[in-house]
């Protein structure tokens, strides 16, 4: 069957055993589901947390790389694999398939970051001790953005090749909506096979049940599309 790398959000979050209703629904239509563990994920301890520090979009975006082959590596697995996230992990997304653009055949960017630049200039200052966090570990923009150019996927959307969805809320006050925007322009102008749902009434992750049964709808109808997927 053809499957799926899903990468948490974060960074520092952590994928764990338990029902989860999107992960389901693509169970139940034929994929194999990986939900992994990169470096800087949270429940392994201090010094695997840290592990990525100042290091995204490498060691943990090879982790990600590395599930995929491993993946294939099963005889039950089709050749046919993408990978897919939200928030950090549609960040995930987009990196893999900017930066690595030969190893997945199609991605599901949900709210994900493309451009830390502008994601960690705009933190407003009463996140207080949360941005101070974020900066320890994802650096500051004051002095690291030309690093996090280096690692944001929309300053590269040319290398991208393989077809991506992108679903966003309009009113996401840490992804904002121009994340979004501009990959999805991007790709267009490079003819990328891109698909877009927006969604007017929602923000940083999906609240209306009807929302959520219309994101996996699109994602399960782009996976079939993409991956070959019954």
């Given at each position: 069957m053809p499957a799926i790398v899903l990468v948490h959000g974060g960074p520092g979050g952590q994928s764990r055993r338990g029902y989860s209703a999107m992960v389901q629904h693509l169970v139940n239509n034929g994929y194999a589901v990986y939900a992994i563990n990169n470096r800087g994920s949270s429940g392994y301890g201090k010094t695997f947390y840290h592990m990525d520090d100042r290091k995204h979009g490498d060691v943990d975006?090879?982790?990600?790389?590395?599930?995929?082959?491993?993946?294939?590596?099963?005889?039950?697995?089709?050749?046919?694999?993408?990978?897919?996230?939200?928030?950090?992990?549609?960040?995930?997304?987009?990196?893999?398939?900017?930066?690595?653009?030969?190893?997945?055949?199609?991605?599901?960017?949900?709210?994900?970051?493309?451009?830390?630049?502008?994601?960690?200039?705009?933190?407003?200052?009463?996140?207080?001790?949360?941005?101070?966090?974020?900066?320890?570990?994802?650096?500051?923009?004051?002095?690291?953005?030309?690093?996090?150019?280096?690692?944001?996927?929309?300053?590269?959307?040319?290398?991208?090749?393989?077809?991506?969805?992108?679903v966003q809320g309009a009113n996401d006050p840490r992804v904002l909506q121009a994340e979004s925007d501009e990959i999805v322009a991007a790709l267009r102008s490079n003819q990328v096979p891109v698909e877009y749902l927006l969604f007017p009434d929602e923000g940083h992750g999906f609240l209306r049940k009807q929302n959520r049964i219309d994101a996996s709808e699109a994602y399960l109808k782009f996976l079939n599309q993409h991956l070959g997927g019954r």
């Amino acid at each position: 069957m053809p499957a799926i790398v899903l990468v948490h959000g974060g960074p520092g979050g952590q994928s764990r055993r338990g029902y989860s209703a999107m992960v389901q629904h693509l169970v139940n239509n034929g994929y194999a589901v990986y939900a992994i563990n990169n470096r800087g994920s949270s429940g392994y301890g201090k010094t695997f947390y840290h592990m990525d520090d100042r290091k995204h979009g490498d060691v943990d975006l090879k982790d990600v790389v590395a599930a995929r082959h491993w993946l294939a590596g099963m005889d039950w697995i089709s050749d046919r694999i993408a990978v897919m996230g939200g928030s950090y992990g549609g960040y995930m997304t987009a990196a893999a398939l900017a930066f690595h653009p030969e190893v997945f055949d199609a991605g599901v960017n949900i709210f994900g970051v493309t451009n830390w630049v502008r994601t960690l200039s705009s933190i407003p200052a009463w996140w207080g001790a949360n941005r101070v966090a974020l900066y320890d570990e994802m650096g500051d923009p004051e002095t690291d953005a030309e690093r996090h150019r280096a690692i944001s996927p929309q300053f590269h959307a040319a290398r991208i090749k393989q077809p991506m969805l992108v679903v966003q809320g309009a009113n996401d006050p840490r992804v904002l909506q121009a994340e979004s925007d501009e990959i999805v322009a991007a790709l267009r102008s490079n003819q990328v096979p891109v698909e877009y749902l927006l969604f007017p009434d929602e923000g940083h992750g999906f609240l209306r049940k009807q929302n959520r049964i219309d994101a996996s709808e699109a994602y399960l109808k782009f996976l079939n599309q993409h991956l070959g997927g019954r």
